[in-house]
């Protein structure tokens, strides 16, 4: 006894301060708990929530860009068969349009063809008239001149009165409708 | 360098060793270690909280790999970590035990004011008995008083595991000695070695014996924490 008596004093072993480190560890300890390990443990927890979530939000979209592409497609498809559709009906609008104006052009064209024969016609009959009455004019003019170194005055003028009415009588004089 | 540590002084009958002291400054630095981290707590980490989150990971995964009682575990296993880790590397300062304190019996030359915590017999047997009675504990706890006793004494294939529980019984005893003089020795070795080479080279030879402290001191903090951790999953499963 008076051996592990000395032993423990060599190695300076105290009840007293045997008890302080127990009681100085179970503080540290109750103090380490409550405001170490417990944060620690939710901030780990909160952090692991917020990658999970960040993981799964990840995921959601890359399945809500794959369905927003599968739409994508789909609407591309249906927009070109409208596109399609509205070229078609186009084309054949364009068709039938080219066709009513071809035919328009026509018939305007007919017309204006139509009314300048007829203006020709009325023109020429016009131009004939006028050619008549001063071929009628030259002849009197000329036939005046011939008799007037022919003939007195009084003769001249029963012979031009005979010849005009000669020439009017062979239908030169008389304007044309 | 003596086994046993310095009284300083006397508060009454209660002896203020210079290893006291020290643990009281270890507890400080473990508090301001704790407040700051409260401080700077955040869901993105730094500095203090990284460290912190490393040493709480670290044991807390290697407590899972070995028990699924990892919330009654981990707790002892970490503070008996830091606690051992900071006290070893507080030691490793140049000049922590220059300074000296003077009183009525300490004579011309006093008394160093701090000496490692760990290098106290006191310290690492309050440690290996506190590690042990709470296995014990927990043992019961969880597995019953039956099974508790099952443990030491058995009558089956008499009389092999009798004995065996008898080895069982004398092991638990062995357990506290050899994990308070293992950290105990090594510390107290480790300061006796720097002391003797430091007063005969002051500069070069002592670097590879502090680099030699160095890593003893944060091996053996982990080897207690682990032996610990060890301990406890074996008593709490079922025998």
């Not at chain 2, 927990?138 to 529980?165: A, L």
Request: hydrophobic content about 50%.
């Amino acid at each position: 006894m008076e051996i592990l008596t000395n032993i423990l004093n060599l190695f300076g072993l105290e009840t007293k301060l045997f008890i302080a480190q127990i009681v100085n560890f179970a503080i540290l300890l109750y103090i380490l708990k409550k405001f170490l390990y417990k944060p620690i443990a939710q901030t780990l927890q909160e952090r692991q929530t917020k990658i999970k979530q960040g993981l799964q939000d990840a995921e959601n979209a890359k399945e809500a860009l794959k369905v927003a592409d599968a739409q994508k497609v789909e609407i591309l498809k249906s927009a070109r068969k409208d596109a399609d559709k509205m070229i078609e009906l186009t084309k054949k609008s364009i068709q039938s349009i080219k066709q009513n104006a071809t035919e328009d052009a026509k018939k305007q064209a007919d017309e204006i063809i139509e009314t300048a024969k007829k203006n020709a016609e009325a023109q020429q009959e016009e131009a004939s008239k006028k050619v008549g009455l001063m071929s009628v004019d030259l002849s009197k003019s000329i036939v005046s001149k011939i008799l007037s170194e022919l003939f007195s005055e009084q003769d001249k003028n029963i012979v031009l009165a005979r010849a005009v009415e000669k020439i009017e009588a062979g239908g030169y004089g008389k304007a044309t409708n | 360098m003596t086994l046993a540590p310095s009284i300083l002084f006397n508060i009454g009958s209660f002896p203020v060793t210079n290893t006291l002291v020290t643990t009281l400054v270890v507890d400080v630095i473990i508090i301001a270690i704790v407040l700051a981290f409260r401080a700077s707590l955040a869901l993105n980490p730094n500095g203090v909280q990284n460290f912190l989150e490393m040493v709480y990971e670290y044991f807390y995964d290697a407590t899972k790999e070995v028990s699924s009682k990892v919330e009654i575990i981990y707790p002892w296993v970490t503070t008996f970590f830091l606690f051992i880790v900071i006290s070893n590397l507080l030691g490793q300062f140049p000049g922590f035990e220059s300074i000296r304190f003077f009183s009525a019996g300490s004579g011309e030359e006093g008394v160093p004011l701090f000496r490692t915590a760990t290098s106290d017999l006191n310290v690492t047997l309050a440690f290996a008995v506190i590690s042990i009675f709470m296995c014990h504990y927990y043992s019961i706890k969880h597995t019953g008083i039956k099974g508790y006793i099952g443990r030491f004494i058995s009558f089956k294939m008499f009389p092999i595991f009798m004995f065996v529980g008898l080895l069982e019984f004398i092991g638990e005893f062995t357990k506290v000695i050899s994990l308070s003089c293992r950290l105990f020795g090594n510390l107290f070795a480790g300061e006796t070695v720097m002391g003797t080479v430091s007063s005969m080279f002051a500069f070069g030879l002592p670097l590879p014996f502090m680099c030699l402290e160095l890593m003893v001191a944060v091996i053996q903090a982990i080897v207690f924490a682990m032996l610990t951790m060890a301990f406890m999953s074996i008593m709490i499963q079922k025998h």
